[in-house]
Nanobody, 115 residues
């Protein structure tokens, strides 16, 4: 079965940058789409960004212009470049893969942005 493992989270000051990575145990072309979601304490999990197998990206309004989703299919990797980070970006970030009605999730990586 497919495994997704996130890395790259940490503590950063407001205005700083982080790059999250998601390693897939199988080809990312097995997924119809992949994406990043985040969940803050006491909040519902929310969409951050998605990308189709064809490379078309989509972003949630709060991160447009600041975050960039990308992939490297040859390495089975998904990335999220996060710039101009704000304290409200603080959350656990999850890698997601979608295939024929099924969702696959990583364990998450913590991102904390201080003031």
């Amino acid at each position: 079965q497919v495994q997704l493992v996130e890395s790259g989270g940490g503590l950063v000051q407001a205005g700083g940058s982080l790059r999250l990575s998601c390693a897939a145990s199988r080809s990312i072309f097995n997924f119809n789409a992949m994406g990043w979601y985040r969940q803050a304490p006491g909040k519902q999990r929310e969409l951050v960004a998605t990308i189709t197998s064809g490379g078309s990206p989509n972003y949630a309004d709060p991160v447009k212009g600041r975050f960039t989703i990308s992939r490297d299919a040859n390495r089975n990797m998904l990335y999220l470049q996060m710039n101009s980070l704000k304290p409200e970006d603080t959350a656990v970030y999850y890698c997601n893969g979608y295939r024929f009605g099924s969702d696959y999730w990583g364990q998450g990586t913590q991102v904390t942005v201080s003031s």
